[in-house]
């Protein structure tokens, strides 16, 4: 019997190969979400700074007008790019939940064809096993014949 060829092996290469750029274009959404993240975080620490710099300045009592307005100022910028940074996030979550659902269909595409395969290796195993056992038989058989005109002999 020929050995076992399966038919569909560029078809599964080419979806093997889709599933991995997949899996790692989720590995780099969820990088990039992970750098939003810590780049909201860090924002809201330095706000947090900030604020903590004002209130100082407040109850120091030696303040001025213009450092007050420099206080408002920074914190207006800090919160101005806090805000980009969450709207940075969001597009990230978003990226994310595409990247990994475009995974998901490549890696149920892959499955597909990797069932298959395991169908027809299945059955070229099956039809490997009737062929011997049909050998075998045919062997037994005529052993057995042989056997039978020895006797009559």
Known sequence: MKPFKFTLEAVMTVRERSETEAKAAFGSAIEAHGRAVAMVNRLEQQITQHLQAWRDAMSGGGFSPALILQLEHGLKVLETEKQ?????????????????????????????????????????????????????????????ESSFTFCKS
């Open 84 to 144: 980009k940074g969450l709207v940075q996030m969001l597009q990230a979550e978003k990226n994310v939940s595409r990247a990994r659902d475009h995974w998901q269909r490549t890696r149920q595409d892959c499955e597909v064809v990797q069932k298959f395969h395991e169908r027809q290796v299945r059955a070229h195993r099956q039809e490997e096993m009737r062929m011997e056992q049909q050998l075998l038989d045919e062997m037994a058989s005529r052993q057995l």
